[in-house]
């Protein structure tokens, strides 16, 4: 772990009152443990397996994020704890993580996750289908989840300009919807953007919340897991 690093963003986000999603996937309880030691209490994984394993492994007063694609067939085992899931990306995926909510007699905080990025391979709503979604009966219905902002991942690439007019436009996104489906509702106020290599210019467009990983953790070797 960095602690540097960890102390160094400490420091930026405290001037634009934005919080840091420590993206601990792939690596060890050791190393979530150091920086939870360096006072960090969110985390975010983004598989299922790894996030309920390191949930039993860890002190229990770490808030877990889901940052990944979730299959509605696994929200079952991360409903009992989980803190935000920032990856919604279907009106099927909301109702199943509602009726697990429910299950469990709690109300699930989650994001809805837009497609902004020029590559094919990343997951996320449309704008329009994330407006559908919201003008729809079944989700107008839904009592155990409650959707507290937008989740986006940029292009992996060198060309900040591009970079930040897709941060951009998920800011334009974020205000449009708030006033047209959450003007009195305080708690849709989030907006996850922002990793290792963007942080900043997501910073510059208005994120709350980063998620940041091989910035603290160092580099990742997927081929040890
Ligand atoms: C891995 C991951 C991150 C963190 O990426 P780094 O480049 O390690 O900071 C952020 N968001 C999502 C969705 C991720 O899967």
Redesign the pocket.
Known sequence: MNKEAYETLTEELKRSGARL?A?S?TKPAEDILQLYNAGQRLF?E?TVQELTVKQQQLPKDIKWHL??HLQTNKVKYIAPFVSMI??VDSLKLLTEINKQAQKQNRVIDCLLQIHIACEESKYGLDPIVAEQLLNSEVYKALQHVRICGL?G?ATNTDNEAQIESEFAGLQHLFADLKEKHFGDKDYFKELSMG???D?RLALKHGATMI???????GD?NYNKV
């Open positions: 999603i993206v996937k975010g983004n940052i990944g920032h990856s989740m991942i990793m290792s290599s942080y998620r940041v990983g091989s910035m603290l953790f990742r």
